[in-house]
């Protein structure tokens, strides 16, 4: 018998386990996958990281087919669309406990190159950090 995905019901369930220990929230992104809507200009690698934390997010809907909110980037409010297959990990920014998902997919190469434009000083530093995480062990 063919099961559905697991991927949505993890993603819920390690949100609410990263927030419950006071941690802030981030998600792992295949930018260049069907129906992912994300702000282009903060895509590193064909990756984006995004915070969905209470805080910098609003109207967060975690579904079987996707995660929506609505959040700002660069200080322009914006429609975040994400299905559940492009989310390639969930993890905890302060200690980078999480999980990274398995994938078969290759990321796909952008749908069309944009020109070498070097971004404004404002979306450098704004830009979430590309990659994956740093996983360090904490002795305590």
């Avoid at 993603?11 to 990263?18: G, Q």
């Avoid at 989310?87 to 190159?113: C, H, R, S, W």
């Amino acid at each position: 018998m063919k099961m559905t995905s697991h991927r949505p019901y993890m993603i819920r369930a390690l949100n609410e386990w990263i927030l419950e220990n006071n941690c802030t929230p981030y998600i792992l992104v295949n930018a260049y996958a069907k129906e992912v809507q994300v702000p282009q200009s903060f895509v590193k690698d064909g990756q984006i990281i995004l915070n969905i934390s209470p805080m910098a997010v609003q109207d967060l809907s975690i579904s079987n087919n996707g995660i929506e909110f609505n959040g700002r980037f660069g200080g322009i409010p914006t429609r975040v669309y994400v299905t559940t297959q492009a989310v390639l990990g969930i993890y905890a920014k302060e200690n980078g406990q999480g999980m990274i998902f398995d994938t078969d997919d290759p990321i796909p190469e952008p749908p069309n190159p944009a020109p070498d434009k070097k971004p404004a000083r404002s979306e450098r530093l704004e830009k979430p950090r590309p990659g994956r995480p740093d996983l360090k062990i904490v002795k305590s």
